[in-house]
């Protein structure tokens, strides 16, 4: 069921990240699940069902069938753009992330600095 997992995303051409997002799941816990480190749980099932109508219960959870139910194109302008917003807002915060640790670092260096500086002039 993983690498039908992994097959979906890929086909969504989304990043693993965006997909938790997707589907409500915790990056962490869904991570460690796709690496078999844990076990894929009930709940992880069930909210990338819920979330993701489209799919097939059929072809997740045995592998028989479609991908993507009839009728529910995945091509839909709607879902498209919901996905690549998603991917956008999921880069955003990755970079966010990131400048708030550099800003962290800067910050401390910023510190220490100061109290060189204090030492230096009261001694």
């Known amino acids: 069921m993983i690498e039908r997992i992994k097959e979906l995303i890929s086909y969504l051409g989304i990043s693993n ?4 997002i ?16 844990r076990e894929l749980s009930l709940s992880t099932i069930i909210s990338i069902l ?5 799919v097939s219960a059929e072809w997740l959870l045995r592998g028989n069938g479609d991908m993507i139910k009839s ?7 709607n879902s498209l753009r919901m996905e690549r917003l998603i991917d956008t807002i999921t880069t ?7 400048k708030n640790k550099t800003i962290q670092l800067l910050e401390e260096e910023n510190r220490k600095l ?9 001694g």
Not at 22 to 37: A, E, H, P, S, V
Not at 71 to 77: L, R, V, W
């Open 92 to 98: 955003l915060q990755e970079t966010i992330n990131e």
């Open 114 to 122: 100061k109290t060189e500086l204090t030492v230096k002039k009261n």
């Open 50 to 54: 819920s979330f993701r109508e489209d």
């Open 17 to 20: 990240r965006a997909f938790c």
């Open 71 to 77: 009728g529910n194109s995945i091509s839909d302008a």
């Open 22 to 37: 997707q589907c409500g799941i915790k990056d962490n816990t869904f991570t460690n699940q796709l690496n078999g480190k």
